[in-house]
T-cell receptor, first 116, second 114 residues
Framework: KAGVTQTPRYLIKTRGQQVTLSCSPI?????VSWYQQTPGQGLQFLFE???????NKGNFPGRFSGRQFSNSRSEMNVSTLELGDSALYLC???????????????FGPGTRLTVL | GENVEQHPSTLSVQEGDSAVIKCTYS??????FPWYKQELGKGPQLIID?????GEKKDQRIAVTLNKTAKHFSLHITETQPEDSAVYFC?????????????FGTGTQLKVEL
C-alpha cells in the first residue's frame, strides 16, 4: 500500500506571496490532518478534514486554510506569507472513524517551505 | 487545551545502554498516547502507542509505561543501536469534546554513540 505523499517536497517563496501544498492520503483513508513543524514551536496541529469538511482546527490565523476533495486528497493554502511561516508542513492520514477511539495517523514526508 | 511536556530535549547514550524519555500531559480526558520517531528528512513514524486502560506495553526493545494518576508516560529503549538515533516525539490524543487532535511534546534528540 502506498504511503502518504506530499507535493512539492521543497518550496521557496517571498513574503506576501501565497502557497498551496498538496497531500494524498493512503488509499481508503478519509481523514487528513495538517501539522506545522518548526524548531521553536515543535509540531503544531493546523486542521483536520474528513469527508470534505473541516472537522477540527488548531490555533492558527485565517491565512492558513485548507480543503479536501471527494477522493480525500487535501490541499492547504497559506496566504500573505510571513517569514515566520517557514516550516516543515506535515500531513497525516487516518481512517478517520468517529468516536472516542483514536485512529492511527500516518505521516507523509512533509513539504519544506522557506519564506524569504 | 492539552499541554504535553517532554524531557530531556537531548539524550546521548552509549550503544547497548538504555534510553528513557519522559512526558507529562495535563488533560485527564486524553486517552491515547503514541510515540513517534522522526529521522532526518522524513515524517514522524509511529513506533509504539498505549491506551489509557493499559499500564505498560512492550514491543521487542521498546516499551512504554503510563501512569494515569500522575499523568505521565515514558518511552524505554533497551540495547540501543546507532540506528535508534533520531528525534522522538510523544503525543496525547483528546477524544471528541476535548479537541480530537494530537498534541505533541517538543521532541527528544537521541544520539547513540559507538
Amino acid at each position: 500500500k502506498a504511503g502518504v505523499t506530499q507535493t512539492p517536497r521543497y518550496l521557496i517563496k517571498t513574503r506576501g506571496q501565497q502557497v498551496t501544498l498538496s497531500c494524498s492520503p493512503i488509499s481508503g483513508h478519509r481523514s487528513v490532518s495538517w501539522y506545522q513543524q518548526t524548531p521553536g514551536q515543535g509540531l503544531q496541529f493546523l486542521f483536520e478534514y474528513f469527508s470534505e469538511t473541516q472537522r477540527n482546527k488548531g490555533n492558527f490565523p485565517g491565512r492558513f486554510s485548507g480543503r479536501q476533495f471527494s477522493n480525500s486528497r487535501s490541499e492547504m493554502n497559506v496566504s500573505t506569507l510571513e517569514l515566520g511561516d517557514s516550516a516543515l508542513y506535515l500531513c497525516a492520514s487516518s481512517l478517520g472513524l468517529a468516536g472516542s477511539s483514536y485512529n492511527e495517523q500516518f505521516f507523509g514526508p512533509g513539504t519544506r517551505l522557506t519564506v524569504l | 487545551g492539552e499541554n504535553v511536556e517532554q524531557h530531556p530535549s537531548t539524550l546521548s547514550v552509549q550503544e547497548g545502554d538504555s534510553a528513557v524519555i519522559k512526558c507529562t500531559y495535563s488533560d485527564s480526558a486524553s486517552n491515547y498516547f503514541p510515540w513517534y520517531k522522526q529521522e532526518l528528512g522524513k515524517g514522524p513514524q509511529l513506533i509504539i502507542d498505549i491506551r489509557s486502560n493499559v499500564g505498560e506495553k512492550k514491543d521487542q526493545r521498546i516499551a512504554v509505561t503510563l501512569n494515569k494518576t500522575a499523568k505521565h508516560f515514558s518511552l524505554h529503549i533497551t540495547e540501543t543501536q546507532p540506528e535508534d538515533s533520531a528525534v522522538y516525539f510523544c503525543a496525547a490524543y483528546q477524544p471528541p469534546g476535548g479537541g480530537n487532535k494530537l498534541t505533541f511534546g517538543t521532541g527528544t534528540q537521541l544520539k547513540v554513540e559507538l
